[in-house]
């Protein structure tokens, strides 16, 4: 059996792609055999896995729905599936949520964003408390500006929730979106090491997260 990470926040446009993406290709680089389902019905994920290189052994990309992402993740053979969640707080997200082993949340530093996600944050809490504590989550900070109110401020709003933060995030940069619009990581592009670094911190953070390394 896969284990099982989703990405998810029904806030749109709050970085799930990208970091589905990113780290996806970080854990294959960390030796992991990796999968994608995409669960978003924009299909980012899928284009652009549409749009990788011919040559290249990128994480393979399916689109699953809320009737069968169960099915998807039981088929899987890949060592980690990585779940794309949807902008909505719908069927497949909560399903993705109860099958996975560590959702992570992605937020921009901004509290309104979080305000939108109230639904996601309860749902995960309920079933923590139901099954003793799966699944793991954290949340993960997005598209920071460093150096703004802001970016420290939503540490302060972060705490008042039960989930953990990571101290890995993304900055915002240019490289995050070229990647992601060309079939690509940061990890793969000359040029982006401060990305790159970010990826892989949490990356490195989040598969401590993980059930077989607790
Ligand atoms: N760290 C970052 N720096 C700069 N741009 C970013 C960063 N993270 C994401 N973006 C850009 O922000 C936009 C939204 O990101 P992304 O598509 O990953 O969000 P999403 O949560 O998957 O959105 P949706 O809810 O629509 O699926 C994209 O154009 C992406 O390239
Ligand atoms: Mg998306």
Redesign the pocket.
Known sequence: MSTVVS?L?Q???????????NLARAYQLEGHSVEILDG?S?R?ATEWAKLQPADTNMPTVTSTTASNIEEHIEAASGSVVLV????AHDTLNVRAMKLSDLVLV?VRASGPDLWSSEDLLDSIQTRREKTGGQPQAAFVV???VARTNLASEIGDVLASYPLPVLDGR????????????SGTTVLDMPGAKK?EA?IRRITEQSLEMLPSNQ
């Open positions: 990405v926040n806030k749109g446009g709050s970085g799930k792609s990208t970091l589905v993406t978003d924009q980012t794309d969640g949807a902008p992605p997005c598209q920071q993304t900055n915002h940069r240019v490289a995050y979106a070229e990647a992601l619009s990305a970010e």
